[in-house]
């Protein structure tokens, strides 16, 4: 006997629409302060000084080494026990979030500025400029259009990486789906309204970011 679909128990707008929104709030919040803090550290990798750099560096290679759920999991569940100051899910759901978002974003923006060719840097001294005027007046300004694209990449990544927060009782999209799931019995049906909800978003989103790629490409 063949499965039987039943669609009905999907239709459910308002439950939908609150795991749709904590989902967007995450990513969108997430995604602005891990920009902050790569550009941040992006900036301090540039240092001369190994003792700006290493750090950094630690920083950077752990989050990006490391799966993203372990990161979360640690925060919520280790975390007070080393700190003994209990952190809500939200809280731990966001640091694992932002910090993740970060590393990646710094070397983007790492990369974005040591990809400009060295002429531009020499041709810059040369006029007399100094290290900031260089910066802001030439590098960056290049640097920036390169950025752009990688990190659109990376906000794509980070909405979907929200749907990780489910295993800390955070009510995002997933952990909606997961809680309807259980208690319909209806995985096929509510699962697969998960994934096309999901699509519906990040499709434009990576459309966006391929037309981004071949203008900076041009």
């Not at 967007?24 to 001369?48: N, P, Q």
């Not at 990646?104 to 060719?117: C, L, M, P, Y």
């Not at 060295?118 to 007399?128: E, K, L, V």
């Not at 990449?153 to 009782?169: D, G």
Request: charged content about 10%; aromatic content about 12%.
């Amino acid at each position: 006997m063949g499965y039987q679909f039943d669609w009905s128990v999907v239709l459910q707008p308002r439950l939908w629409l609150l795991g749709l929104s904590v989902t967007i709030i995450y990513a969108v919040a997430t995604t602005l302060l891990g920009l902050l803090i790569g550009v941040a550290c992006g900036i301090l990798s540039l240092s001369r000084s190994r003792l700006i750099t290493i750090p950094v560096h630690v920083y950077v290679q752990f989050f990006r080494c490391t799966p993203l759920l372990v990161q979360i999991i640690w925060f919520y569940y280790a975390l007070p026990m080393i700190s003994g100051a209990s952190i809500p899910a939200w809280m731990a759901a966001g640091l694992g979030l932002t910090l993740y978002m970060g590393s990646f974003s710094a070397e983007i923006f790492r990369g974005g500025v040591i990809s400009i060719d060295r002429g531009q840097w020499q041709a810059a001294r040369a006029i007399g400029m100094s290290h900031a005027q260089m910066m802001g007046n030439v590098i960056l300004p290049q640097a920036v259009r390169r950025m752009v694209p990688p990190v659109v990449n990376q906000a794509v990544m980070q909405l979907k990486n929200t749907s990780l927060l489910y295993v800390i009782a955070v009510p995002d999209l997933m952990y909606t789906g997961a809680d309807l799931a259980s208690a319909t019995y209806r995985p096929l049906e509510v699962y697969t309204t998960v994934a096309v909800i999901y699509f519906l978003l990040l499709y434009p989103l990576t459309q966006f970011a391929l037309r981004l790629e071949s203008r900076a490409d041009r």
